[in-house]
């Protein structure tokens, strides 16, 4: 048995419904349950497995293709160029896509002595995307947490300080979801 399929079986053992995933980049791979399994997974992993290192927390919106009404577009982008911008593309859905109202969260953990990865993904419905934080297991957890929260509107019960990291403070919304559609600001051309 593998390094990484025994962390799956670890995994796996603790947590009865949760099932090995296809695999991110070859890496073992976990999909959750339910959002009240990934306190149990992510501290298995820390305090039993050595994978001390929270390397990244981030989401896919799994809506469908992306709403061109979320990108600001200008006329012509290239003051210098006397040709008519290109029409806007209209967004089309990729053949095969499973797309479907949920945010896909993904957490990769890393052990950092043995040179292991393990990756934790979770299905939430959008409008309820909540799951508990990770702030109180992995101090790195705080700022990924909430750029999950400012650009997917992802809600982590229990951070400390859930507030924007990287959009001001006038933009409205979250700018990755799929649905996102972006307001006029003093920021925008006429």
């Not at 029409?87 to 052990?111: K, M």
């Amino acid at each position: 048995m593998s390094a990484g399929s025994d962390v799956v079986a670890r995994l796996l053992k603790a947590l009865p419904k949760a099932a090995a995933a296809t695999p991110v980049k070859d890496y073992p791979t976990v999909r959750l349950a339910a959002p009240t399994d990934l306190l149990l997974a992510a501290r298995l992993l820390k305090d039993e497995l050595g994978f001390t290192y929270l390397e990244m927390v981030t989401a896919v919106d799994w809506l469908g293709p992306t709403s061109m009404s979320g990108f600001v577009c200008r006329s012509n982008p290239n003051p210098l160029s006397r040709k008519p911008a290109a029409p806007p593309l209209a967004p089309v859905p990729g053949p095969g896509v499973n797309y479907r109202p949920v945010l896909d969260l993904l957490w990769s953990f890393g052990n950092l002595g043995e040179n292991g990865k393990v990756f934790l993904r979770l299905e939430v419905p959008r409008d309820r995307a909540e799951v508990p934080s990770l702030t109180g297991l992995f101090a790195a957890a705080d700022w990924q947490e909430r750029e999950a929260f400012d650009l997917f509107g992802v809600r982590f019960a229990g951070h400390p300080n859930l507030i924007k990291i990287l959009t001001p403070d006038f933009l409205k919304g979250h700018p990755l979801r799929k649905d996102y559609v972006h307001a006029k600001d003093q920021y925008d051309e006429e």
